[in-house]
């Protein structure tokens, strides 16, 4: 099992950044892919970003050049800057981790408000 804690999330002016932090522990070891998912009011839960243990990333259109995921082996952390934030960015931010035999593990969610 792999446990997962966000961090970072608020209000934000539009234009403005967060950086949205997820420390994983448990069977860390078990992980093969970490992301960001995202789901705002009345809507389905959509991928935002992630990001593989050899490194590649792969980005949703709709915040490619705005977002980067990156990541921490040492402190177990996967990060999530979101620069040029716009108010259709408003969701709560839930992280993923991904195992083949570990399936997936979830996140509590944190709520990202882009307003002014």
């Known amino acids: 099992q792999v446990q997962l804690v966000e961090s970072g999330g608020g209000l934000v002016q539009p234009g403005g950044s967060l950086r949205l932090s997820c420390a994983a522990s448990?069977?860390?070891?078990?992980?093969?892919?970490m992301g960001w998912y995202r789901q705002a009011p009345g809507k389905q839960r959509d991928l935002v970003a992630t990001?593989?243990?050899?490194?590649?990333?792969n980005y949703a259109d709709s915040v490619k050049g705005r977002f980067t995921i990156s990541r921490d082996n040492a402190k177990n952390t996967v990060y999530l800057q979101m620069n040029s934030l716009k108010p259709e960015d408003t969701a709560v931010y839930s992280c993923?981790?991904?195992?083949?035999?570990?399936?997936?593990?979830w996140g509590q969610g944190t709520q990202v408000t882009v307003s002014s």
């Open positions: 448990g069977s860390i070891f078990s992980i093969n892919t």
């Open positions: 990001i593989r243990s050899g490194g590649s990333t």
């Open positions: 993923n981790a991904y195992g083949y035999e570990l399936g997936n593990s």
